[in-house]
Nanobody, 121 residues
Framework: QVQLVESGGGLVQPGGSLRLSCAVS????????IGWFRQAPGKEREGVAC????????YYKDSVKDRFSLSRDIAKDTVYLQMTNLKPDDTAIYSC??????????????WGQGTQVTVSS
């Protein structure tokens, strides 16, 4: 059974940085993709970034592509979302999600518990 455990959220001032982690367990193959999503109060959930663990290909929402970056530790089955130059509009609950396959496409059928990111002075 696939499980995702997230960590790394918190409160940061505008312009600051945070790194979120998504640890994957219960899946022995490298053929999966991890998407990062966020949901701000009163708004719909949106996709932020995605990484194919198969080949490391990554994708980003336009509004974050110059500020956020994905990386992975294959040995630890962990995907990281490094967020820099954070803005108040980045405030949201961030969740990672698992896709059983090599591409960053739906369905993402296993979700982490979510972690709060708050950008405020």
């Amino acid at each position: 059974q696939v499980q995702l455990v997230e960590s790394g959220g918190g409160l940061v001032q505008p312009g600051g940085s945070l790194r979120l982690s998504c640890a994957v367990s219960g899946f022995t193959s490298q053929l999966y993709a991890i998407g990062w999503f966020r949901q701000a109060p009163g708004k719909e959930r949106e996709g932020v970034a995605c990484l194919s663990n198969f080949d490391g290909t990554s994708y980003y929402k336009d509004s974050v592509k110059d500020r956020f970056s994905l990386s992975r530790d294959i040995a630890k089955d962990t995907v990281y979302l490094q967020m820099t130059n954070l803005k108040p509009d980045d405030t949201a609950i961030y969740s990672c999600a698992f896709h059983r396959g090599v591409k960053c496409v739906p369905p993402f059928d296993v979700w982490g518990q979510g972690t709060q990111v708050t950008v405020s002075s």
